[in-house]
């Protein structure tokens, strides 16, 4: 197996290259059990520096891609900052699923202090993502195909995965920024389903893009212990050609477009929606 600094000549190369390799940053994530990530930014800037590689999975979380330098051995400093970078996300709003750092070797110091950080994930994996924290070691075979290894056997808390099959080229070119929740099949693959939620709204509401057999539909419900302020909300929120329902367990707005329309259609529909939705909350 080759080096960081046989196969790259520098740690600079190699990040910038992986935040564009997707495949190489999901080989990572595969070992540790974390999601899938669609994109990533190379050299985010923070206060007092910037982070190597930050991936992101469908839904807007984060993963923190750490690299150690051209001497390979872990040091202090890069342990020190993997941790830090996955605070400062979290601080910064950002759900975070995990801090990585890569590197060719690391003393067993290190990896003790990150299994102990890593019990508070274990015993909360919803909440303290950011105590996610592991080492992977970096290596290349002699064609240069990147082959991440873990150190130890660590205990790995699968986390979901949410998979675009229907929606992916949509997502990836008109819902990049979306909080994208899950796609969903349903009546025998007759109906396809975005499910994705809107930051200005609280749980109850979930946004979604229904591809039926005759027409694709956009809309907004409201479900859960819906009240009668609830049904006016929802009748502020509802934009001209959208239909308002009330139905027992919900609230519904909704447009319904042609079987043909298109992906830019889908996307302008939502958005008109929500403007509606930051209207009110700008006048109310």
């Given at each position: 197996m080759r080096t960081l600094r046989e196969q790259w000549g520098?740690?600079?190369?190699?990040?910038?290259?992986?935040?564009?390799?997707?495949?190489?940053?999901?080989?990572i994530n595969r070992l540790l059990g974390l999601p899938t990530v669609v994109k990533a930014v190379n050299e985010m800037s923070i206060l007092g520096g910037s982070i190597d590689v930050v991936g992101y999975t469908v839904?807007?979380?984060?993963?923190?891609?750490?690299?150690?330098?051209?001497?390979?051995?872990?040091?202090?400093?890069?342990?020190?900052?993997?941790?830090?970078?996955?605070?400062?996300?979290?601080?910064?709003?950002?759900?975070?699923?995990?801090?990585?750092?890569?590197?060719?070797?690391?003393?067993?110091?290190?990896?003790?202090?990150?299994?102990?950080?890593?019990?508070?994930?274990?015993?909360?994996?919803?909440?303290?993502?950011?105590?996610?924290?592991?080492?992977v070691k970096s290596q290349w075979t002699d064609n240069g195909e990147y082959i991440p290894e873990l150190f130890t056997d660590n205990d790995i808390v699968k986390g979901s995965d949410t998979v675009l099959d229907f929606y992916k080229e949509f997502v990836a070119v008109y819902g990049a920024e979306w909080i994208i929740q899950r796609e969903e099949t349903n009546n025998n693959g007759r109906a396809i389903t975005l499910w994705?939620?809107?930051?200005?709204?609280?749980?109850?509401?979930?946004?979604?893009?229904?591809?039926?057999?005759?027409?694709?539909?956009?809309?907004?419900?409201?479900?859960?212990?819906?009240?009668?302020?609830?049904?006016?909300?929802?009748?502020?929120?509802?934009?001209?050609?959208?239909?308002?329902?009330?139905?027992?367990?919900?609230?519904?707005?909704?447009?319904?477009l042609p079987k043909d329309s298109t992906h830019e259609e889908w996307a302008n529909a939502t958005e008109k929606m929500k403007r509606n939705i930051r209207k009110y909350f700008l006048t109310s």
């Open positions: 520098a740690e600079t190369k190699f990040t910038q290259s992986l935040a564009t390799d997707l495949e190489s940053l999901n080989k839904k807007g979380e984060v993963i923190v891609y750490e690299h150690q330098d051209l001497s390979g051995k872990a040091d202090q400093t890069h342990v020190a900052k993997t941790s830090h970078y996955a605070l400062v996300l979290k601080n910064k709003g950002f759900k975070v699923l995990g801090a990585l750092l890569l590197c060719e070797s690391i003393d067993q110091i290190f990896l003790d202090n990150f299994d102990n950080i890593r019990q508070n994930y274990i015993r909360r994996p919803t909440q303290k993502g950011e105590c996610n924290i592991h080492a994705h939620r809107l930051p200005e709204l609280d749980n109850r509401y979930v946004a979604y893009v229904h591809n039926l057999t005759n027409s694709v539909n956009i809309g907004l419900h409201c479900v859960k212990s819906v009240t009668s302020r609830d049904e006016e909300i929802m009748q502020l929120f509802c934009p001209d050609s959208f239909e308002y329902r009330r139905a027992k367990d919900r609230v519904t707005i909704e447009l319904k």
